[in-house]
């Protein structure tokens, strides 16, 4: 190494500016290369990568000849190395560097190697293979997977530059004259003293940039992976988000529409049994049964209506009763509807009422309805209803009860079991069970021990803002059926 060797910082950033760029592009594999684990492995350079390094060695090469060249004419040494030599180990400390990121270790070695034989053989080049032996060096710490052999290796190159260096040195020594020798009067050290530290500064400044630059450009790499691979898990988990979103609303569009459109149906289709039985023995009676049926079919329009409107979008204009707007001080428009329908139904309110959660709201009405619908379809002739809204102290509770006799619960048990095996999907207890389940309460469905059906809701309830309230507007009061 000479006083020439000068290896700027700029140089180092624009080489690890370079690699940076490269390894950016490349693909990772997160779920074999994790960047957080121990033996995480650089992704290799591409082919695009490949052809840059080969270009660049080229041109290193080029410029070690026309700087050859220059240091000849300003006759750098008294007695230059053979013209053919020198080409030739000019080539091997240069051209080896078009294969440094696929062979780190190697590549620094026989530079190395070529570095301390141009020193030796006296070729008159002392800048580009500077630079050549830096890039091998940086190389090696910036894209050797295996880290303890980029240490030893690089440690390896440095010992053996430094002892090659106090050779030169000592060979210096003995060949410089006595008046160089000399300290001057005043002069701290002599020229060659000085020079030796010169020389001695500038290489451990020149290994230790190499060095640590390469470090950084390969943890560089993994920080890039790292957020490669946070990217990759950010863009799953926000598609998984999304379809776990899209199945949540079907699922809710699915609850309503069963619920909007099954308690209809099934008062249409009981009324329309009961007219055409009666069409002919009672004209009259057939005709209300049909009033009934026209009524439900344009009711349940309207609530189909409303849903559209409300999936639509949030605040249809124009519409004060929306789906969502449903809740349990509608619960006695139930009542009645089925009482109109000839069910038998007790309701009670049990407690001081208070505002509800509106989606808690909704889905009580949804399970009183959904319940009617049931007792109706499969509670017998003779079957009752006892409804009762409770309002405990951190919770709401909803008891719908099918007070039928051993005669009816039997065929419902009967009609159940048809209903579960051959023609019916389950989605009534299903989706209240869903109901409850988003609003973390529990539900019990099932058959009574002395007959009948039984479902209970209980919902635990928190805090709620005002302006969030679903107000009942329930008086405290027991209604009861007045046949």
């Not at 030599?85 to 080896?96: H, K």
């Not at 065929?411 to 609003?439: C, F, N, P, Q, Y």
């Amino acid at each position: 190494m000479t006083e020439n060797s000068r290896i700027p910082a700029a140089l180092a950033r624009l080489i690890q500016r370079l690699d940076g760029q490269h390894s950016a592009t490349a693909p990772m594999r997160p779920e074999f290369n994790d960047p957080d684990g121990e033996n995480w492995i650089r992704q290799r350079a591409g082919r695009s990568d490949l052809r840059n390094d080969m270009i660049g060695a080229i041109a290193l090469w080029l410029g070690s000849v026309l700087s050859m060249t220059l240091f000849r004419t300003a006759a750098f040494y008294p007695e230059p190395a053979p013209l053919p030599l020198s080409l030739l180990l000019l080539a091997a400390a240069t051209l080896p560097l078009a294969f440094r990121r696929r062979w780190p270790i190697p590549v620094a070695m026989v530079v190395a190697a070529a570095f301390i034989l141009v020193g030796t053989y006296r070729v008159p080049e002392v800048l580009v293979v500077n630079i050549a032996l830096f890039v091998a060096v940086y190389t090696v710490g910036s894209w050797e997977n295996n880290r303890s052999w980029a240490a030893l290796s690089r440690l390896v190159v440095i010992a053996a530059m430094l002892v090659w260096l106090l050779i030169a040195l000592f060979i210096a020594a003995t060949d410089i004259k006595d008046d160089q020798a000399n300290i001057a009067a005043g002069a701290i050290m002599s020229p060659f003293v000085a020079y030796m530290l010169i020389q001695i500064l500038t290489n451990l400044l020149y290994f230790g940039g190499a060095y640590f630059f390469g470090d950084h450009a390969f943890e560089a790499a993994r920080e890039r992976a790292r957020a490669e691979v946070r990217t990759t898990e950010l863009t799953e988990q926000r598609a998984i988000t999304a379809q776990q979103a899209i199945t949540l609303e079907r699922l809710r569009i699915a609850r309503e529409l069963h619920d909007a459109v099954a308690h209809h149906v099934s008062v249409m289709g009981v009324q329309a049994s009961a007219a055409r039985t009666v069409l002919d023995s009672d004209p009259e009676a057939a005709r209300s049964a049909l009033t009934v049926v026209e009524t439900g079919a344009r009711t349940a329009i309207d609530e189909l209506h409303s849903l559209l409107g409300t999936l639509r979008e949030p605040h249809p204009e124009g519409s004060e009763d929306t789906v969502g707007s449903f809740g349990v001080r509608h619960i006695p428009d139930l009542i009645e509807s089925a009482r109109a329908n000839d069910l038998s139904v007790i309701y009670a309110v049990v407690g001081d009422p208070r505002p509800l959660p509106p989606l808690t709201s909704l889905n009580l009405y949804r399970i009183t309805q959904e319940s009617l619908t049931n007792v109706r379809k499969h509670g017998g002739q003779h079957a009752s209803v006892d409804v009762r809204l409770r309002y405990l102290p951190r919770a709401v509770e909803l008891d719908i009860a099918n007070t039928g006799d051993e005669a009816s619960a039997s065929a419902a048990r009967t009609v159940r079991s048809r209903r579960r095996t051959r023609h019916s999907s389950g989605l009534g207890i299903v989706g209240m069970r869903e109901r409850v389940d988003s609003d973390g309460g529990t539900l019990h469905a099932g058959l009574r021990e002395r007959g009948g059906f039984l479902v209970r809701a209980h919902i635990p309830l928190q805090h709620v803002p005002h302006e969030q309230r679903d107000h009942p507007n329930i008086p405290h009061t027991t209604h009861k059926d007045p046949s």
